[in-house]
C-alpha cells in the first residue's frame, strides 16, 4: 500500500479554498442563486505590468491650458519567425505555446493604457489583434520580410487622414533638386550605356552602405476629440538596421524618415500636425545617429565621430536593391476590426501567421560580423562625408528633437538612467541623452561593446537602450509638445536573468510610451 503524500500547510489551505468553493457553488444551485463568474488568471499570461509615471513640470508649464494630448506606447514584440535557441540562452519562453499568453496578457495591459500602440517585429498580427482595444491598424513589411510594422489606433478616438511606407534601401539621401527631371529615367533601354550611366546616378543619389529591407510607416490621425477643427497627429514607427557597426546606414535611415514626413505633411496639408516617431531605432544615447537627431548643431565627440567615419564601407548586398522607380509599388495593408471597418483605408484580410520552423533568417541576425563582407568606398556609391551627414540633419530638426524620457524628468529616473548604469564610454559623453532609462533590451547572448571596436561578441547579459519616442514639433504654429507622462521604466532588478521569461515578458525588448500635450 502506497503512503497518502504529506501537504504543506500553504498546499492545505489551498485545498481547504477549493472546497469551500465547490460547496458555496453546490448550495447555490441547490438555491437557484446564480453564481458570478470569477476570472481566473491564466499563470502562463503572468507579466511584469507597469504604469504611467509623472513627468516633472517644465518652468513656466503649470496652468498653460493644452488642448490636445496623446498617449502612445512602442514596442518590439519579437518576431516569432527570427527566435533560434542559441539567440536566447536560458530562456524559458521561446516556443509560441509560451509565449503568446504573455503577448496578448502585455498587448492587452497597453492597449487599456495608450490611444495608439506601435509595434515592430510583429509577424502574427491575427493572433494577437482580438487582446487589443484597438479596432484600427496600418501595418507594413519590407520586401520578403515576414513581420513587419503596426500602428494600432482606436476609431473611437481618431479618424484616418493618410498613411505611407518608407523602403528604406530604395529612398535617395541625394536627391535631384525639386523641379529637376532624370534625363534616363524614361529610357527604354536600347542604349545600354546610358541605361547604366541611370542606374549607377541613382545608386550615387541612394547612398547607402548595404541591403536591409527595413521600412518606416506613418500615419496622419485627426483627434475626434476636437471635431472640426482638423487637428491631429502624425504618427512615424521603424526598425532601424541592427548591426551596431553601421552607424552610417541610421543615420542615413533616419534622414530619409524625416524627409519622408516632410513629404508627407505637405501632401496631405498636416504642417501644424506634430509628429511622434517611435520604434526600435537600434542606437545608443552615445553613438552618433541619436546626437545628431537631438543636438546636431553641436560637433560629435572625437571617438564618436571616429566610429561614424569607420562606419562609411559598403556591403555586397548593395548590388541587389532595386531602384525604388522600378521595385514593385507596395502600399500599407490597413485593417478594422469593426464592422463597418472605420478608421482605415481599404480594409484588406490579414495574412496567414508563418511556420516559425519554416521561415529562414531575413534580419542578417545570424551573420555575427557583416563587416567581412564590405569594401572600400567608391565614388558611384554616393556616401557622403560626416560634415555632410551633420548639415543635413540640422536643416531637418533644426536644434535637434525631444526625446520623450531625456527631457521629461521622471520620477526616479535618479537611479535608473543610461548615465547613472554607466553608458557613457570613455570619450563620449554628450550633453543629452544621460537621462534615458538605462534600457530597453536585455538579452543573454550579445553584450554590446560600446568602447574599442564597438562589435557584438558573446558575453554576459547586457541592457541595452535602443527604442525612444521623439517629439517632433509642427512645421507651423505655435505649438509647444510637452511631456506628461512616461511609461515607468522597468528596474534591472525585475528582469532576471535575461528575456524572453516567463512572468516577466516575451520580448527581448521592454516597451516605452509617453502622453504628450500641445
Not at 74 to 102: E, H
Not at 332 to 341: D, E, R
Request: with cysteine; charged share 30%; glycine share 10%.
Amino acid at each position: 500500500m502506497g503512503l497518502k503524500p504529506t501537504l504543506t500547510p500553504e498546499q492545505q489551505a489551498v485545498a481547504a479554498e477549493r472546497r469551500a468553493a465547490r460547496e458555496a457553488k453546490r448550495l447555490a444551485l441547490a438555491a437557484g442563486v446564480e453564481q458570478p463568474v470569477e476570472e481566473v488568471e491564466d499563470p502562463r499570461a503572468r507579466v511584469l505590468k507597469r504604469e504611467w509615471i509623472p513627468a516633472r513640470a517644465a518652468p513656466g508649464a503649470a496652468g498653460t491650458g493644452k488642448k490636445q494630448g496623446v498617449k502612445i506606447i512602442t514596442w518590439n514584440i519579437l518576431a516569432q519567425t527570427l527566435i533560434r535557441r542559441d539567440l536566447f540562452p536560458g530562456s524559458d519562453s521561446l516556443r509560441w505555446g509560451d509565449r503568446r499568453a504573455m503577448l496578448e496578457s502585455e498587448l492587452g495591459h497597453y492597449g487599456r493604457m495608450a490611444d495608439i500602440l506601435c509595434m515592430q517585429e510583429c509577424d502574427r498580427l491575427p493572433d494577437l489583434i482580438n487582446s487589443m482595444p484597438y479596432d484600427a491598424c496600418v501595418q507594413a513589411k519590407g520586401r520578403g520580410k515576414q513581420h513587419g510594422l503596426v500602428i494600432a489606433y482606436k476609431s473611437e478616438r481618431f479618424g484616418f487622414r493618410g498613411t505611407r511606407v518608407i523602403h528604406l534601401d530604395e529612398e535617395e539621401i541625394s536627391p535631384l533638386p525639386e523641379g529637376e527631371v532624370d534625363e534616363v529615367d524614361e529610357d527604354d533601354g536600347r542604349d545600354a550605356k546610358k541605361w547604366q550611366r541611370g542606374e549607377d546616378e541613382r545608386r550615387r543619389r541612394r547612398g547607402g552602405t548595404r541591403q536591409t529591407k527595413n521600412v518606416g510607416l506613418m500615419v496622419g490621425l485627426e483627434d475626434k476629440e476636437r471635431a472640426g477643427k482638423g487637428e491631429g497627429v502624425i504618427v512615424i514607427t521603424a526598425h532601424l538596421f541592427w548591426h551596431p557597426k553601421y552607424l552610417y546606414e541610421r543615420v542615413r535611415q533616419f534622414i530619409i524618415l524625416l524627409r519622408a514626413l516632410q513629404a508627407f505633411r505637405k501632401e496631405h496639408g498636416l504642417e501644424s500636425w506634430p509628429a511622434i516617431m517611435a520604434g526600435d531605432f537600434n542606437s545608443s544615447p552615445c553613438e552618433a545617429p541619436y546626437q545628431l537627431l537631438v543636438d546636431p548643431s553641436k560637433s560629435l565627440q572625437p571617438d564618436v565621430r571616429e566610429r561614424l567615419e569607420e562606419s562609411r564601407v559598403v556591403h555586397n548586398s548593395v548590388d541587389r536593391i532595386a531602384p525604388a522607380s522600378y521595385a514593385p509599388i507596395e502600399k500599407p495593408t490597413s485593417t478594422s476590426t469593426s464592422a463597418n471597418g472605420t478608421g482605415a483605408n481599404t480594409p484588406t484580410a490579414l495574412a496567414a501567421p508563418v511556420d516559425a520552423m519554416t521561415e529562414k533568417d531575413d534580419e542578417g541576425e545570424a551573420e555575427v560580423d557583416p563587416t567581412t563582407k564590405t569594401r572600400p568606398l567608391q565614388t558611384r556609391d554616393g556616401i557622403l562625408p560626416v560634415d555632410a551627414l551633420q548639415k543635413i540633419m540640422q536643416e531637418l530638426v533644426g536644434e535637434g528633437l525631444k526625446s520623450a524620457y531625456d527631457v521629461a524628468q521622471w520620477a526616479g529616473k535618479a537611479d535608473d538612467t543610461f548615465a547613472s548604469r554607466d553608458g557613457w564610454p570613455e570619450g563620449t559623453k554628450a550633453d543629452k541623452g544621460g537621462d534615458e532609462p538605462g534600457y530597453t533590451c536585455f538579452t543573454g547572448l550579445f553584450k554590446l561593446t560600446l568602447g574599442g571596436s564597438h562589435g557584438l561578441s558573446l558575453g554576459v547579459p547586457i541592457l541595452m537602450r535602443i527604442d525612444y519616442l521623439f517629439i517632433i514639433p509642427p512645421k507651423t504654429g505655435d505649438a509647444d509638445v510637452e511631456v506628461k507622462q512616461v511609461l515607468r521604466p522597468a528596474k534591472k532588478t525585475e528582469l532576471g536573468e535575461g528575456l524572453p521569461m516567463k512572468g516577466i515578458g516575451a520580448s527581448d525588448h521592454l516597451a516605452v510610451g509617453c502622453e504628450v500635450t500641445w
